[in-house]
């Protein structure tokens, strides 16, 4: 059987990121097909018509993964599909991006109030700190950062305050706790967005998954590092496969 996985990006800075991913995915393993599926153009806060557009999207019986907003996303439409779901792989993906008193390994909620009132306020200006705390914390922040910036794409500030509303909202414990599908957590040690602690805590709600904290990585890690992620990813298929 052909494996396919389809990949989401995180917010605001669209698929550019994962290409580097996907070309290190294609080399390692010719025979698993990776498709690069942009998050919705959506107004809607709502995460439940973000999912329903990426349901109708996405053809079924693939695995399903994404960086950090897109791992979320990713988590629950695999909830939602059960056994029509390959597998999960998530990137830099914590399972509250803000904190909540059950979920203290976040985002302080000030610290995202004050992100977001800055997108309201200027988009660019937003965009350009975001790529660096995704890159902060990487050998070459300053590059990578670069990196990130170059071909984001222009997206409307209305659907980017949509996509963080999302990002709030989304708690994904109980789609990972729920789907039984094999799953491999990908997290960074350095990363500014997502505390490493996040990969213990996530642990704890999913004993089964597969979980691991990479060392001297940023948030930006499946760009900045292809080739590991690549690695990872292929023998967790391949091992899923074997089972």
């Given at each position: 059987m052909v494996e396919q996985l389809f990949l989401l990006p995180g917010w605001g800075l669209g698929c550019a990121p994962l290409v580097p991913l996907r070309a290190a995915l294609r080399e390692v393993e010719p025979e698993l097909q990776v498709a690069l599926a942009p998050l919705p153009s959506l107004e809607s806060a709502d995460p439940f018509d973000w999912?329903?557009?990426?349901?109708?999207?996405l053809p079924q019986d693939v695995w399903l993964g994404g960086w950090s907003l897109g791992g979320m996303l990713a988590a629950e439409l695999a909830a939602r599909r059960g056994v029509r779901c390959r597998g999960l792989i998530t990137l830099?993906?914590?399972?509250?991006?803000?904190?909540?008193?059950?979920?203290?390994?976040?985002?302080p909620v000030e610290t995202f109030a004050a992100f977001r009132q800055g997108?309201?306020?200027?988009?660019?200006?937003?965009?350009?700190?975001?790529?660096?705390?995704?890159?902060?914390?990487?050998?070459?922040?300053?590059?990578?950062s670069r990196q990130l910036l170059a071909a984001a794409p222009q997206i409307p500030s209305v659907e980017l305050l949509a996509g963080l509303d999302v990002l709030a909202a989304l708690d994904t414990r109980a789609a990972l706790q729920g789907f039984t599908g094999p799953q491999l957590h990908l997290f960074a040690e350095q990363d500014a967005l997502v505390p490493a602690a996040a990969s213990q805590a996530l642990r704890a709600v999913h004993a089964q998954s597969e979980v691991r904290l990479t060392e001297h990585v940023s948030h930006?890690?499946?760009?900045?590092?292809?080739?590991?992620?690549?690695?990872?990813?292929?023998?967790?298929?391949?091992?899923?496969?074997n089972d």
């Amino acid at each position: 059987m052909v494996e396919q996985l389809f990949l989401l990006p995180g917010w605001g800075l669209g698929c550019a990121p994962l290409v580097p991913l996907r070309a290190a995915l294609r080399e390692v393993e010719p025979e698993l097909q990776v498709a690069l599926a942009p998050l919705p153009s959506l107004e809607s806060a709502d995460p439940f018509d973000w999912l329903d557009e990426l349901d109708a999207k996405l053809p079924q019986d693939v695995w399903l993964g994404g960086w950090s907003l897109g791992g979320m996303l990713a988590a629950e439409l695999a909830a939602r599909r059960g056994v029509r779901c390959r597998g999960l792989i998530t990137l830099a993906s914590n399972l509250c991006f803000v904190a909540r008193a059950t979920w203290p390994t976040a985002m302080p909620v000030e610290t995202f109030a004050a992100f977001r009132q800055g997108c309201a306020a200027d988009t660019g200006a937003t965009l350009k700190r975001f790529s660096l705390l995704c890159a902060q914390g990487a050998v070459q922040p300053r590059e990578l950062s670069r990196q990130l910036l170059a071909a984001a794409p222009q997206i409307p500030s209305v659907e980017l305050l949509a996509g963080l509303d999302v990002l709030a909202a989304l708690d994904t414990r109980a789609a990972l706790q729920g789907f039984t599908g094999p799953q491999l957590h990908l997290f960074a040690e350095q990363d500014a967005l997502v505390p490493a602690a996040a990969s213990q805590a996530l642990r704890a709600v999913h004993a089964q998954s597969e979980v691991r904290l990479t060392e001297h990585v940023s948030h930006a890690f499946p760009l900045g590092h292809p080739q590991m992620v690549a690695a990872a990813i292929q023998a967790f298929i391949r091992e899923a496969a074997n089972d």
